[in-house]
């Protein structure tokens, strides 16, 4: 069974620093794709930064200041850390992140929720003025 769980939400001031992290189980490691979303409170959940195939994808209110990335600690049993590290962050910023995993996702569905069936639980990030 494909288990995720988020970790690293906390409150921090604008222009401050945080690194998400996402421990995952289960999980193909030669057919990885991966992403963070995010939904703030009466919005719609977004894409914020994917890959696969040795390709990233941010969208464009993070470039620049968001940075995917994934370590693998045990290739046979699928498991490993996806982690967001984000810098100079700002209120809009502030929501519930998700990471979010598939087999196979296309080039142009990196960053849709309907592109990916497993999903963590989420984990809160709150950025004040």
């Known amino acids: 069974e494909v288990r995720l769980a988020e970790s690293g939400g906390a409150s921090v001031q604008a222009r401050g620093s945080l690194k998400l992290s996402c421990a995952f189980s289960q999980l193909s490691l030669k057919r990885l794709y991966m992403a963070w979303f995010r939904q703030a409170p009466g919005k719609e959940r977004e894409g914020v930064a994917g890959?696969?195939?040795?390709?990233?994808?941010?969208?464009?209110?993070v470039k620049g200041r968001f940075a995917i990335s994934v370590e693998a600690s045990d290739v046979d049993a699928g498991n490993g850390t996806l982690y967001l590290e984000m810098n100079n962050l700002e209120p809009e910023d502030s929501g519930i992140y998700y990471c979010a995993a598939d087999s196979w996702v296309g080039a142009s569905a990196r960053l849709k929720v309907h592109a990916y069936p497993w999903w963590g639980q989420g984990t809160q990030v709150i950025v004040s003025s």
């Open positions: 890959f696969g195939k040795g390709e990233i994808t941010y969208a464009d209110a």
